[in-house]
């Protein structure tokens, strides 16, 4: 049976999220913006961040899918795309929206392959970054929460794709 211990509440993240939204406004001001979401994770954080993001209409929204193979001892896994973005990124500002920064695998994928599109820019906003089991190097440019360790769930966060309806941060004792 799994047990859940609520981390942050739902009035919390809505603060951050809001707080988070006008830094990144700040940042961009008038510069066009391609805000791409790593699904599954980051869909209630990504839907309630752009909603905090000004922008007329310079702001393109884009999605990605990432699948990690291989060994769960971390540096042997292999990340690929199962759904790509679909907005040319050439030349333009990108930021990714992220659920949990974990080792750092996954981001590191991702900034590589933004890279080698010729993006101007890519930074990076994570919900949360969870440090205990950090691999790389990771800048995260806009981080909602940090935590040490434990396995969250909730606000789009799953354990076996269960929990993600959540309006609340819980760590779930497996
Ligand atoms: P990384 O590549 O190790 O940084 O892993 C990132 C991905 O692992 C995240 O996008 C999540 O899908 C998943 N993940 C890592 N920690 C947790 C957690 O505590 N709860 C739910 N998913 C997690």
Redesign the pocket.
Known sequence: MVTLKEIFSEQEIRERTTALGKEISEVYKDEPLVIIC?L???FLFFSDLVRNIKKDSQLELDFVR?A?YGSSD?SS?T?SFTKDIEVNVEGKNVLIV????????????LLKQLSVRKAKSVKIAAL?S?KA????S?AIDFVGFYIQD????GYG???AEKYRNLPCICE?QL
């Open positions: 790593v599954k994770g980051a990432l990690s971390k896994r990340i992220e659920d949990i920064v974990d080792t750092g695998l996954t981001m590191e994928f949360l969870k089991r950090r691999e790389k990771i434990g396995f969250l769930v966060l799953d354990y779930a």
